[in-house]
Structures are given as structure tokens and as C-alpha cells.
């Protein structure tokens, strides 16, 4: 069993910055594919970005690539990931999920299927 623990979300005005993180703990050893989703009330979940395992590869939305920025931590055997967002719009208003992919092999990392464990989300608002 995997667990997932966002932080960082909160109440921002347009054009603002957040930085969001996300820890997972409770599975020995590896690391693993990580990706940030994020769901407005009565939407669907959507993709917003993705880390492969090393760090090496990353995946944006359309709607946030140049302004949303994925990353994580190269230390061995760990399984943080930080979504910085900048120039933030009324739009990206949503609660925001982390979830890492534990199992079978890496597809388009953009399908929330595809993902294994799931954090409980962070609620980002932005002002206009």
C-alpha cells in the first residue's frame, strides 16, 4: 500500500504563484512515475502534468505548459514530486491530485487510469 500526502494548495490572485508538493510513502525501495490531476466541481479529472521515474521525461497539459513547472527530488529511493504554478488564472481553479503509477508499464502517464495510488487533493482557488 501506497500513501499520498499533497500540500501546498490555497487562495491566490490572478497571475499569482503556488507551489504544490506531494510525498509518498509506505512501499520499499523504487521510484516510481508520478503525476499532478486536477478536478473542478462537476468535471471530470483532468491531466495537468507527470515525472517519469528518473526525472528524465516530463508531461504537460496544453493549458498549463510554459507556466506550470513538475519536478522531483533525485534523492534515491524516494518518491517526492512538486507541481510550481505560475501565472496562475481563474481557471486553474480545482482540487488538485497526486498519484504515482506502481504497477505494469509506462503508457501516456496522461490517463488517470494508468495511475496506481491517489492522494486525497489540495484545493487551489485562484481570484480574478
Known amino acids: 500500500q501506497v500513501q499520498l500526502l499533497e500540500s501546498g494548495g490555497g487562495l491566490v490572485q490572478a497571475g499569482g504563484s503556488l507551489r504544490l508538493s506531494c510525498v509518498a510513502s509506505?512501499?520499499?525501495?523504487?521510484?516510481?512515475?508520478m503525476g499532478w490531476f486536477r478536478q473542478a466541481p462537476g468535471t471530470e479529472r483532468d491531466f495537468v502534468a507527470a515525472?517519469?521515474?528518473?526525472?528524465?521525461?516530463?508531461?504537460?497539459a496544453d493549458s498549463v505548459k510554459g507556466r506550470f513547472t513538475i519536478s522531483r527530488d533525485a534523492v534515491k529511493d524516494t518518491n517526492t514530486v512538486y507541481l510550481q504554478m505560475n501565472s496562475l488564472k481563474p481557471e486553474d481553479t480545482a482540487t488538485y491530485y497526486c498519484?504515482?503509477?506502481?504497477?505494469?508499464?509506462?503508457?501516456?502517464?496522461?490517463?488517470?487510469?494508468?495511475?496506481?495510488?491517489w492522494g486525497q487533493g489540495t484545493q487551489v482557488t485562484v481570484s480574478s
Open positions: 515525472v517519469s521515474w528518473n526525472g528524465d521525461n516530463t508531461y504537460y
Open positions: 498519484a504515482v503509477k506502481v504497477y505494469g508499464p509506462t503508457a501516456t502517464m496522461r490517463a488517470p487510469n494508468e495511475y496506481d495510488y
Open positions: 509506505g512501499r520499499p525501495g523504487g521510484r516510481y512515475p
